[in-house]
């Protein structure tokens, strides 16, 4: 089923012709820099892909320096983007503990450039057997709060990401699985340097940077914190990526560190239930990615309880807007984008979950019918929040209260043979629960469940806790085709809540406004959710932020946890890196 409807062949036709002469005049080069100023977007001189000339031919955008050479160093070998996210995911749990680790879990976004197929890997953490839906409840019935919530027990599900990769890796990785894990145990043996986003993380307030695990970990013998600049090693941490370079994700999920894990979330405050069994009989899953038309792409997510249905809504709600006739200096865009979101994120908080326990009415939220009456709602200023809609497949539903706050990251690798890997990776909020077991954080993922769990008619929220079941996640690693199905772009963020947001404005600046992935990233962040939004004033062009004013949007904040967008894209050139300037990532390429 199409979301939107492909232009017809004499408009691609006339649309290359205009390419042509603008690529012809000389004199234009100057002009189409200026352009990126102007209202209208610059030309789409990248519109389809095709293969590489003389520029990288692989390439890493990860969140650390550190990890991209762990990656790098693994297609240096010949090995796949698989092979090179297992060395990727090693590292950054090592380096950035803050967003993801060995104790956390992730959506893998795989393109098989034989197949032209996109393949959803999904491994995130499971609820304990002994789960209960009031779990995140106290003895009077109220939500707990925050710092009690997230450092407990009861907020760690069984760790997916490793079990992940492990299966994505068997199917794709052309290297040995005991092979990818040198630079991770090297750099945890001989130590790193802490860097200043960590060390800013490790002196920060938050309930995880308080716990005995987190203090003993970040505190130098003399007794100051770690500072950035400070060589940070990691003992424990090369011991269990040698245990899991040897044995697989048994390591984690049986045996002495499935033990500890065990032991560790059992402890007080607030002690989980979480089994040797619910950790030995976890399983990832793998499915094909749910892809709907854009413009003249194709744009690929994983399935829920992933969010990147939500997203794919959004840009079919855009699709029935002139904001591809626009531009990143236009007032007018940047209105259109905020109410896509809103009704996206109404959309989304209401009907997503575990759809092996509520049914997402997927088809029904992406019908052409649908979005477009979605789109209906947009009027001349932002009015109220949008209720959610009533698309094919719903079913009654109690509103959600999760709150998910973030501590995620993402990485894009693309091999030499043109596969690409696109993961969103996390241990949920910074640190996870601050409590540690063989040198790594344990998740409080199940805090991404909705701690509020029915109405008072009794209507169920679709991401309420139940056994078994895999909480909603804002996670959505995206991957982009060409028009012939042939790899064009991969991106995404971390941000909790605000990754939707901060994924549909890197989406539509490159597709839409045709722009370097590096400036579509350094575009302002604007997060748009019920009556919430914020964004960052100080990055608009002049003008915006009191156009958007006059049309009731006015922001309150920057959104919480900032984005860190990461992405590649094909040129004719070759490929194309951006990674976050509000972070520490590169993009490297050879």
């Given at each position: 089923?199409?979301?939107?409807?492909?232009?017809?062949?004499l408009?691609?036709?006339?649309?290359?012709?205009?390419?042509?002469?603008?690529?012809?005049?000389?004199?234009?080069?100057?002009?189409?820099?200026?352009?990126?100023?102007?209202?209208?977007?610059?030309?789409?001189?990248?519109?389809?892909?095709?293969?590489?000339?003389?520029?990288?031919?692989?390439?890493?955008?990860?969140?650390?320096?550190?990890?991209?050479?762990a990656?790098?160093?693994?297609?240096?070998?010949?090995?796949?983007?698989?092979?090179?996210?297992?060395?990727?995911?090693?590292?950054?749990?090592?380096?950035?503990?803050?967003?993801?680790?060995?104790?956390?879990?992730?959506?893998?976004?795989?393109?098989?450039?034989?197949?032209?197929?996109?393949?959803?890997?999904?491994?995130?953490?499971?609820?304990?057997?002994?789960?209960?839906?009031?779990?995140?409840?106290?003895?009077?019935?109220?939500?707990?709060?925050?710092?009690?919530?997230?450092?407990?027990?009861?907020?760690?599900?069984?760790?997916?990401?490793?079990?992940?990769?492990?299966?994505?890796?068997?199917?794709?990785?052309?290297?040995?699985?005991?092979?990818?894990?040198?630079?991770?145990?090297?750099?945890?043996?001989?130590?790193?340097?802490?860097?200043?986003?960590?060390?800013?993380?490790?002196?920060?307030?938050?309930?995880?940077?308080?716990?005995?695990?987190?203090?003993?970990?970040?505190?130098?013998?003399?007794?100051q914190?770690?500072?950035a600049?400070?060589?940070?090693?990691?003992?424990?941490?090369?011991?269990?990526?040698?245990?899991?370079?040897?044995?697989?994700?048994?390591?984690?999920?049986?045996?002495?560190?499935?033990?500890?894990?065990?032991?560790?979330?059992?402890?007080?405050?607030?002690?989980?239930?979480?089994?040797?069994?619910?950790?030995?009989?976890?399983k990832?899953?793998?499915?094909?990615a749910?892809?709907?038309?854009?413009?003249?792409?194709?744009?690929?997510?994983?399935?829920?309880?992933?969010?990147?249905?939500?997203?794919?809504?959004?840009?079919?709600?855009?699709?029935?807007?002139?904001?591809?006739?626009?531009?990143?200096?236009?007032?007018?865009?940047?209105?259109?984008?905020?109410?896509?979101?809103?009704?996206?994120?109404?959309?989304?908080d209401?009907?997503?979950?575990?759809p092996?326990?509520?049914?997402?009415?997927?088809?029904?939220?992406?019908?052409?019918?649908?979005?477009?009456e979605?789109?209906?709602?947009?009027?001349?200023?932002?009015?109220?929040?949008?209720?959610?809609?009533?698309?094919?497949?719903?079913?009654?539903?109690?509103?959600?209260?999760?709150?998910?706050?973030?501590?995620t990251?993402?990485?894009?690798?693309?091999?030499?043979?043109?596969?690409?890997?696109?993961?969103?990776?996390?241990?949920?909020?910074?640190?996870?629960?601050?409590?540690?077991?063989?040198?790594?954080?344990?998740?409080?993922?199940?805090?991404d469940?909705?701690?509020?769990?029915?109405?008072?008619?009794?209507?169920?929220?679709?991401?309420?806790?139940?056994?078994?079941?895999?909480?909603?996640?804002?996670?959505?690693?995206?991957?982009?085709?060409?028009?012939?199905?042939?790899?064009?772009?991969?991106?995404?963020?971390?941000g909790?809540?605000?990754?939707?947001?901060?994924?549909?404005?890197?989406?539509?600046?490159?597709?839409?406004?045709?722009?370097?992935?590096?400036?579509?990233?350094?575009?302002?962040?604007?997060?748009?959710?019920?009556?919430?939004?914020?964004?960052?004033?100080?990055?608009?062009?002049?003008?915006?932020?009191?156009?958007?004013?006059?049309?009731?949007?006015?922001?309150?904040?920057?959104?919480?946890?900032?984005?860190?967008?990461?992405?590649?894209?094909?040129?004719?050139?070759?490929?194309?890196?951006?990674?976050?300037?509000?972070?520490?990532?590169?993009?490297?390429?050879?």
């Amino acid at each position: 089923m199409a979301m939107v409807a492909l232009p017809s062949p004499l408009r691609l036709a006339w649309f290359f012709v205009l390419q042509l002469k603008r690529l012809a005049v000389a004199s234009l080069a100057l002009a189409l820099s200026a352009c990126a100023t102007a209202q209208a977007p610059a030309p789409a001189v990248r519109a389809a892909a095709v293969a590489p000339a003389s520029g990288p031919k692989v390439m890493v955008s990860a969140a650390n320096p550190l990890a991209v050479e762990a990656g790098l160093n693994v297609l240096r070998q010949g090995g796949s983007a698989v092979d090179a996210a297992v060395a990727v995911q090693a590292v950054l749990g090592l380096v950035e503990p803050q967003s993801s680790g060995l104790g956390g879990g992730g959506f893998l976004t795989y393109y098989d450039a034989k197949t032209k197929k996109v393949i959803a890997y999904n491994g995130r953490e499971t609820a304990p057997a002994g789960a209960t839906a009031d779990m995140f409840l106290d003895a009077a019935g109220k939500p707990l709060s925050y710092p009690d919530a997230v450092t407990s027990g009861k907020a760690t599900g069984v760790p997916g990401a490793v079990a992940m990769l492990s299966m994505a890796q068997a199917r794709h990785g052309k290297l040995a699985w005991k092979d990818l894990f040198g630079d991770a145990e090297r750099l945890a043996d001989q130590g790193f340097v802490v860097s200043p986003r960590l060390a800013g993380m490790i002196s920060a307030p938050f309930p995880q940077t308080g716990t005995t695990d987190a203090k003993a970990y970040f505190t130098k013998p003399g007794g100051q914190r770690y500072q950035a600049g400070d060589m940070l090693k990691n003992a424990a941490y090369a011991a269990t990526v040698r245990k899991i370079a040897t044995e697989g994700p048994k390591a984690l999920l049986e045996g002495e560190l499935a033990q500890a894990i065990v032991a560790k979330a059992a402890q007080d405050p607030r002690p989980g239930t979480l089994t040797l069994t619910d950790l030995k009989t976890y399983k990832p899953k793998v499915g094909d990615a749910v892809c709907r038309p854009y413009r003249v792409y194709v744009v690929c997510v994983p399935d829920a309880p992933s969010s990147g249905v939500a997203l794919l809504e959004a840009l079919g709600i855009l699709s029935n807007t002139d904001i591809a006739a626009r531009g990143p200096t236009d007032p007018q865009a940047w209105f259109l984008f905020t109410q896509a979101s809103r009704l996206m994120y109404a959309d989304r908080d209401r009907y997503f979950g575990d759809p092996d326990f509520t049914p997402v009415p997927v088809e029904g939220l992406l019908e052409p019918a649908y979005v477009a009456e979605r789109a209906k709602l947009i009027g001349d200023v932002a009015g109220p929040a949008p209720a959610p809609g009533k698309p094919r497949g719903a079913g009654k539903l109690a509103p959600d209260a999760t709150q998910e706050p973030g501590g995620t990251s993402h990485f894009v690798i693309v091999d030499a043979a043109g596969n690409a890997v696109s993961m969103t990776t996390t241990v949920e909020s910074i640190f996870g629960t601050g409590r540690m077991v063989g040198g790594f954080f344990l998740n409080n993922q199940l805090t991404d469940f909705s701690w509020s769990p029915k109405n008072t008619d009794g209507t169920q929220a679709a991401n309420a806790v139940a056994p078994g079941k895999r909480p909603r996640s804002s996670m959505a690693p995206t991957i982009i085709l060409d028009r012939d199905g042939k790899f064009y772009a991969a991106l995404g963020s971390p941000g909790g809540n605000s990754i939707l947001a901060y994924n549909l404005k890197a989406l539509v600046a490159v597709l839409d406004w045709k722009m370097p992935m590096q400036e579509a990233f350094n575009l302002p962040n604007l997060i748009a959710r019920g009556d919430n939004m914020a964004s960052e004033p100080a990055r608009f062009a002049p003008g915006v932020v009191e156009a958007l004013a006059a049309k009731g949007v006015t922001f309150k904040g920057s959104g919480g946890e900032g984005s860190g967008l990461h992405g590649v894209i094909m040129t004719p050139q070759g490929l194309q890196g951006g990674a976050d300037e509000r972070r520490e990532g590169v993009a490297k390429g050879f």
